[in-house]
């Protein structure tokens, strides 16, 4: 099995992974170093493998899920001693298994519905469902509700973000299925639930309807539940606050990384029935040219890198929060082994600006970056450690 299968992809494998082991030749000129001056806050508190932070709208605590089934809460600059949520013997937890995404409904504040994603004791993909209780730092875990499962052939690129869209639909990432270069064709199979976007309306009790928008509802052969396909692991993706954009980065099998935006325009949600083209393509290379590489109808990415740059690019968010101005409307991203930290400005179709943040790279691997209730945003890594982008 190629060393592909490290990584967010590889960040749920391994917790120190050699850059050098990532790809062969010299490291490309990394973009110029960004112009506003940023820095990192540490979080009070150790994480046990942390890989998500958010928090519902306008809230000022900080939830963090642990991989080990856990989430946490950060309130008035402390970890509350009580979990928030704890369901580890729910939860498969081997390699890149585990607690793998938190999304507060939109109406949080009155519901009280908060949903999870997990590889579950089978290794199948979940999201469940649940209501807080009395005690406003507290799950009720008797009102679970199991809304999805998704089969899973292998123990890897489950990938397991769940986000709230601008519409108030609820999006799913699910990688290939695993193994190595896709084996099972799952990428290009739009009968099949793995290696897309799905969009779920879960505004009831239990289960999850299927919106009557989505682009595959009554393509003959098409699983209705998709939103976009084509994607080998997208491990962390976010829509624009301020403009509803999707950007979904999604880690790549031997040689590429890729970010892809997709804008919202008018009467058009952002991604609708794109084809990413995994395993067709690599990023922007064929990825095996030798079986074919037909690129007609296929969304090409924003961004790319090589491996001789890093190995797994870890996804994060565009900036709308007001402690840095100058920061607004920059995406940020990351790559786990090479530990950096990387912006563009999407404009004009193409990703502008692009820049390097030194004094945002927190020395070693970044699982996941985090956006709290006003906006701000933050950088989790394996060491447990969880920092906050503040200015200098």
Not at 328 to 342: E, I, K, P, Q
Request: proline share 7%; with cysteine.
């Amino acid at each position: 099995m190629p060393h592909r299968q490290l990584a967010p992809g590889a960040l749920l494998a391994a917790t120190v992974i050699a850059v050098s082991a990532c790809g062969s030749g010299s490291s490309p000129t990394p973009p110029p170093p960004g112009p506003v001056a940023v820095g990192l806050q540490a979080l009070p508190g150790t994480f046990d493998f942390p890989v998500l932070l958010t928090a519902p709208a306008g809230d000022p605590r900080l939830f963090v899920v642990e991989k080990g089934g856990t989430v946490r809460i950060v309130k008035n600059g402390a970890v509350v001693a009580r979990p928030f949520l704890d369901i580890s013997a729910l939860v498969s937890n081997g390699g890149e298994q585990g607690l793998l995404g938190l999304a507060f409904a939109p109406d949080y504040a009155t519901s009280g519905r908060v949903f999870v994603s997990y590889t579950d004791l089978a290794g199948n993909s979940v999201i469940a469902s649940y209501r807080v209780s009395a005690d406003p730092d507290s799950v009720d875990a008797g009102s679970a509700a199991i809304r999805l499962t998704v089969t899973q052939p292998y123990d890897n690129h489950n990938g397991g973000n769940i986000v709230f869209g601008p519409d108030g639909y609820l999006y799913f990432g699910l990688g290939d299925g695993g193994s190595g270069g896709d084996p099972q064709g799952r990428g290009q199979d739009r009968s099949d639930l793995l290696g897309s976007l799905l969009r779920l309306d879960v505004a009831g009790a239990t289960g999850y309807a299927v919106p009557n928008d989505n682009p595959f509802r009554n393509v003959a052969g098409a699983r209705p539940e998709l939103w976009d396909w084509g994607l080998r692991n997208p491990w962390r993706f976010s829509f624009d606050r301020t403009t509803g954009d999707l950007y979904v980065a999604d880690v790549g099998q031997s040689n590429r990384e890729e970010v892809n935006v997709s804008p919202a325009t008018a009467g058009r949600n952002a991604g609708r029935g794109l084809n990413y083209g995994w395993n067709t393509m690599e990023g922007s290379i064929c990825y095996n040219p030798s079986t074919g590489c037909d690129q007609a109808g296929l969304t090409l990415p924003t961004l790319d890198y090589t491996h001789a740059d890093g190995c797994s690019v870890t996804g994060g968010f565009v900036y709308r929060g007001s402690a840095i101005p100058d920061l607004r409307g920059t995406y940020l991203y990351a790559d786990f082994c090479a530990g950096w930290v990387r912006s563009f400005r999407f404009a004009g179709g193409a990703a502008t600006d692009r820049r390097d943040w030194p004094d945002l790279a927190p020395g070693g691997n970044v699982t996941s970056f985090g956006e709290d209730g006003a906006g701000e945003l933050y950088v989790l890594t394996t060491s447990g450690a969880v920092y906050k982008i503040v200015p200098k």
